[in-house]
C-alpha cells in the first residue's frame, strides 16, 4: 500500500510541477496582412495623380477616396482593397490602374499587463515573443510570479486561449518563447 501512495504522491508531484509550465499554442500561420484601424494606406492610381490618396484607416475601418468616397479597409488585404477600389474606378476612368500599399501599421498591437515596470498597448513590429514583450515594458516587478505568466490570444472566431509562461524556463533555454500576434495580451501576475 506505502508503494501506491508513493507512486500516486509521485505522479500528483509530476502534475502539480508543470502547473505553471510554459504551454506552447499552437503553430500559427504568416497570413496575408489585414488592414486595421489607424493604419494608414497609399492608394496610387497611374497617371491620375488627383486620385491618388494616402488616407488614415478611420475609427469605424473606412478610408475616404476622391471620386469614389468612402469605403471599407478594416480587415481586408491590400490585394482585396487594390480589387474594389479598380472597379469602383471603372466607370469613371478608362483602365485604371490601381496601386494599394500599407504606408503605416499602427493597428497592430499586444497589450502587457500586472506586475511590469510599463504596463500598456506597444505596438507589433516584425516578430516578437513574449520575453521580447516584458522587456519592451520594463520587466516583471520584485514583486511578479514569474512562474504564472500568462499570454491570452483571441481567435478570429472569437474564442479565447490562454498559454502559460513560466519566465525563467524561457530565459534559461527549457522552453520556447512563445511568438506574439496582434491583439495578445500578455498577464504579469
Same mark, same amino acid.
Given at each position: ?24 499554442p499552437? %503553430?500559427?500561420?504568416?497570413? $496575408?496582412?489585414?488592414?486595421?484601424? $489607424? ?17 488614415p ?29 479598380t ?15 500599407? %504606408? ?13 515596470a510599463?504596463?500598456?498597448a ?43 509562461v ?24
Amino acid at each position: 500500500m506505502s508503494k501506491t501512495i508513493g507512486l500516486a504522491l509521485a505522479a500528483f508531484g509530476l502534475v502539480a510541477g508543470c502547473a505553471h509550465s510554459t504551454t506552447p499554442p499552437p %503553430a500559427t500561420s504568416q497570413a $496575408e496582412y489585414r488592414i486595421g484601424k $489607424e493604419d494608414v494606406v497609399a492608394v496610387e492610381v497611374w497617371k491620375d495623380p488627383a486620385l491618388s490618396a494616402k488616407t488614415p484607416v478611420r475609427p469605424d475601418g473606412k478610408i475616404s477616396l476622391p471620386m469614389i468616397g468612402d469605403i471599407a479597409a478594416e480587415g481586408r488585404t491590400a490585394k482585396e482593397l487594390q480589387k474594389e477600389i479598380t472597379t469602383k474606378l471603372t466607370p469613371m476612368v478608362n483602365e485604371p490602374v490601381v496601386s494599394v500599399q500599407v %504606408a503605416e501599421v499602427n493597428a497592430a498591437k499586444f497589450f502587457v499587463l500586472g506586475e511590469v515596470a510599463h504596463a500598456g498597448a506597444y505596438p507589433v513590429r516584425g516578430t516578437m515573443n513574449v520575453v521580447q514583450a516584458l522587456a519592451l515594458a520594463g520587466g516583471p516587478t520584485e514583486f511578479a510570479n514569474r512562474g504564472g505568466i500568462v499570454v491570452i490570444r483571441r481567435s478570429d472566431d472569437g474564442k479565447e486561449a490562454r498559454y502559460n509562461v513560466n519566465y525563467r524556463e524561457v530565459t534559461s533555454g527549457k522552453a520556447q518563447a512563445i511568438q506574439l500576434v496582434p491583439g495578445d495580451t500578455v498577464f504579469v501576475p
